[in-house]
């Protein structure tokens, strides 16, 4: 059975840093890309970052280019979001997929096990 937890969020001031982190057990994250997608309330869940399988191509969302970097570990089976320079409109809950081996690496469809999430909040 496959789990995945997010932890790392928290309440933080505009211009701030938090560090999501992803935990995986029941799969080898070596073999699958990896996802960061994220629910603002009444709004649909929206792509964030995500990274291959190799760990060797990332991609952002337009709104947290710059400021958000993905990173996979697997070794101790984690993916990490470090966010930087934190918006209010970054507020969310946030939550880690796994891919599920074909299709594009944005898009939720393609994503099969989620966690729970963790939730961000940004204060102007």
């Known amino acids: 059975q496959v789990h995945v937890v997010e932890s790392g969020g928290g309440s933080v001031q505009a211009g701030a840093s938090l560090r999501l982190s992803c935990s995986v057990s029941?799969?080898?994250?070596?073999?699958?890309?990896m996802g960061w997608f994220r629910q603002a309330p009444g709004s649909q869940r929206e792509f964030v970052s995500s990274v291959t399988f190799s760990g060797g191509t990332t991609e952002y969302a337009a709104s947290v280019k710059g400021r958000f970097t993905i990173s996979k570990d697997d070794a101790s089976n984690t993916v990490d979001l470090q966010m930087s320079s934190l918006k209010p409109e970054d507020t969310a809950r946030y939550y880690c997929a796994v891919h599920g081996g074909s299709g594009s690496l944005d898009s939720l469809a393609n994503f099969n096990y989620w966690g729970q999430g963790t939730q961000v909040t940004v204060s102007s």
């Open positions: 029941g799969l080898s994250i070596i073999d699958y890309a």
